[in-house]
């Protein structure tokens, strides 16, 4: 499977049903009495994380989402059906944006949810607004579109312990002699171009380790693999830093992929590593694995050719991710606030002038309202008026310089004005 570890989707939730204009007929009730039950409510798209995906693969292609839409009122009371949830499977360790990379959620256990887009709230039937004034309304409410956005999907690898070190350095052999992985290993000097996953048993503990794509100096501004890489080794206990002992200058090596996690976030430089001298096998490597020893990290030599030193390295790395508590990442998550009932609140709207003369009226809730009703209903004109004087929309207007015959705009409907000139 093709490793993808960024996505862009676009999500759509189900639309509301509208509520049903509707009497009963029934001998001695005035006008047969309004029984016109409400919409149902859309479906919301939700976001869940789960075991067995390690990739974002699936969004490669399909990147358009919907959620099902809601059944309609119908007379005697019968509510419409509720829009069906789409439920949309990621990785463990997905980070959800929106459109300008704000976090709204990080899902990293199995079964962790998050609502992306709400579904549409269900208009409201005839049977609804009756009351001892009104005893036969003839209108209802259309139902509301559900949420729609463009969401980032972001993966950051869930594993115990990060592989790290320079292409070539041998983390892929390192990983195949620990676990029971079987990476792609090649004998050139270039990189693993995505993360391979495996699994150490010790004792009863599971250990998942993650070899890393291999550095290259710029990463941290995106050259190379850049942050195709170093994003994953944020979420791990531990750092694996294999250098080559063939190589010419193994501190130079080890050095310089230090300085890309330095560059990127001082976190990751004070994360427990352990220093692994790879390729012992080979001749003149004493002095490189003396001066590594030196510079104060826990470390080992081994050869993951000939096996030399590798059980001791698989107990090292037991007792080290024992020791140490799993990473607790710091985001910046936007939390999913309660839906508020609707109402529509007296703030003055605000009029903008399009044109010589046209006119837009902006009051969100006041927008919302509007939307919301059906003009094919006989008294929808008496509900939408009570809105305009609730808000003082034609004085606000007439005050704007809109005059008789202007092209007025609210929401998607566009009207034309008609300001009252009774005394």
């Known amino acids: 499977m093709k490793f ?3 996505a862009r989707i676009f999500v759509k939730a189900g639309r509301g049903g509208n509520g049903a204009l509707s009497f009963r007929r029934e001998k001695f009730v005035p006008k047969g009495g309004p029984d016109g039950a409400d919409g149902g409510k859309g479906g919301d798209v939700i976001l869940q994380a789960v075991d067995g995906v390690v990739t974002l693969a699936d969004f490669e292609y399909n990147k358009r989402f919907q959620a099902g839409h809601a059944g ?8 419409g059906f509720n829009g069906k949830d789409l439920i949309i499977y990621v990785p463990c360790g997905t980070l959800i944006k929106d459109e300008n990379n704000n976090i709204l959620a990080d899902l990293t256990e199995p079964g962790q949810n998050f609502i992306v887009a709400h579904g549409g709230r269900g208009g409201r039937g005839n ?9 036969a309304p003839k209108f209802a409410e259309k139902g509301d579109e559900g949420e729609e956005k463009f ?7 869930i594993a115990d312990v990060g592989l790290v070190g320079l292409p070539n350095a041998g983390k892929s052999s390192i990983l195949s002699a620990i676990s029971g992985a079987k990476p792609k ?3 050139y000097p270039f990189t693993t171009l995505s993360p391979n996953l495996g699994v150490l048993s010790v004792d009863d503990a599971k250990i998942i380790i993650a070899d890393l794509p291999g550095l290259i100096e710029g990463a941290h501004d995106g050259k190379g693999l850049g942050l195709e890489f170093l994003r994953h080794i ?3 206990r531990i750092l694996l830093h294999v ?5 010419q200058d193994v501190i130079k090596d080890f050095e310089s992929v230090r300085d890309e996690f330095k560059l990127y976030t001082a976190d990751l430089i004070s994360r427990p590593c352990i220093l692994i001298g790879n390729k012992k096998d080979l001749p003149n490597t004493q002095n490189n694995i003396k001066l590594l020893e030196n510079l104060g990290f826990k470390f080992i030599s081994v050869s993951a050719l000939t096996g030399e030193n590798i059980p001791e390295l698989i107990k090292l790395i037991a007792q080290t991710v024992r020791e140490t508590p799993a990473v607790k990442i710091d985001v910046n998550i936007i939390q999913e606030l309660p839906r508020k009932k609707f109402n529509v609140k007296l703030e003055p709207v605000k009029i903008i002038k399009l044109d010589e003369h046209k006119f837009k009226v902006e009051h969100s809730n006041f927008e919302k309202s509007v939307s919301r009703i059906n003009f094919e209903h006989e008294d929808a004109m008496k509900k939408f008026a009570g809105l305009l004087q609730k808000l003082h929309v034609e004085e606000a207007l007439e005050n704007a310089g809109a005059i008789e015959g202007d092209k007025i705009y609210i929401g998607d409907e566009e009207f034309e004005f008609e300001p009252n000139t009774a005394g």
């Open 4 to 6: 993808i570890d960024i």
């Open 72 to 79: 309609h009122g119908s007379g005697a009371m019968k509510t």
């Open 127 to 135: 049977a609804h607004f009756a009351n001892s004034e009104r005893r």
């Open 151 to 157: 969401l980032n999907l972001e993966l950051k690898l």
């Open 185 to 187: 290993i090649a004998g």
């Open 234 to 236: 944020e979420r791990t």
């Open 243 to 247: 250098i080559d002992l063939s190589a």
